[in-house]
T-cell receptor, first 113, second 114 residues
Framework: SQTIHQWPATLVQPVGSPLSLECTVE??????LYWYRQAAGRGLQLLFY??????ISSEVPQNLSASRPQDRQFILSSKKLLLSDSGFYLC????????????FGQGTRLTVV | AQKVTQAQTEISVVEKEDVTLDCVYE???????LFWYKQPPSGELVFLIR??????QNEISGRYSWNFQKSTSSFNFTITASQVVDSAVYFC???????????FGSGTRLQVQP
């Protein structure tokens, strides 16, 4: 069966520091991968999605970037965090069937101080 | 543009009550899919159901049921005889041919009191 791992679970970082969140999927190959952000008390905002290695689409211009160095690895990064980057970050995967459901990791709660 | 609206920010019920969570969507596509997810306090989103735009039959799974009405662009979710374990944030989501990812509503927080 497929599993998705996301770490760390919790992170407190100072403003201006770099960020690296990692997500890996097991049990499937060539998945679609996604990064979502959930601000406190709000819905999920799609940040990035990837349909293959090295293929990244950005949904919202921001202080963040994403990379997919391997088929089942998706990394969310920032060179300098802002206070507004605080939130709950969720990685997800789906197969390439159109309009299929996505499966989510357990999330990373990021607090920028 | 597609949009999902969950007007109910928070609902509180007492255990064993029935509760309906509303979801209204907007899309220009004739083919689309609708989803419900549950987010318990642990944070992980749990997939509950996917329905396509051509299937307007209601669906029941245990205490859960879903009512899809294309005429009103709604996909409502009812929990019968709610339990404390149902306490969570519930998200409705939409997928159509224009996007590769799901568009989520803002979620409804359900609190079931013992």
């Amino acid at each position: 069966s497929q599993t998705i791992h996301q770490w760390p679970a919790t992170l407190v970082q100072p403003v201006g520091s770099p960020l690296s969140l990692e997500c890996t999927v097991e049990g499937t190959s060539n998945p679609n991968l996604y990064w979502y952000r959930q601000a406190a008390g709000r819905g999920l905002q799609l940040l990035f999605y990837s349909v293959g290695i090295g293929q990244i689409s950005s949904e919202v211009p921001q202080n963040l970037s994403a990379s997919r160095p391997q088929d089942r690895q998706f990394i969310l990064s920032s060179k300098k965090l802002l206070l507004s980057d605080s939130g709950f970050y969720l990685c997800a995967w789906s197969d390439h069937t159109p309009n299929t459901e996505a499966f989510f990791g357990q999330g990373t709660r990021l607090t920028v101080v | 543009a597609q949009k999902v609206t969950q007007a109910q920010t928070e609902i509180s019920v007492v255990e064993k009550e029935d509760v309906t969570l509303d979801c209204v969507y907007e899309t220009r596509d004739t083919t689309y899919y609708l989803f419900w997810y549950k987010q318990p306090p642990s944070g992980e989103l749990v997939f509950l159901i996917r329905r396509n735009s051509f299937d307007e039959q209601n669906e029941i799974s245990g205490r859960y049921s879903w009512n899809f009405q294309k005429s009103t662009s709604s996909f409502n979710f009812t929990i019968t005889a709610s339990q404390v374990v149902d306490s969570a944030v519930y998200f409705c989501a939409l997928s159509d041919t224009g996007r590769r990812a799901l568009t989520f509503g803002s979620g409804t927080r359900l609190q079931v009191q013992p």
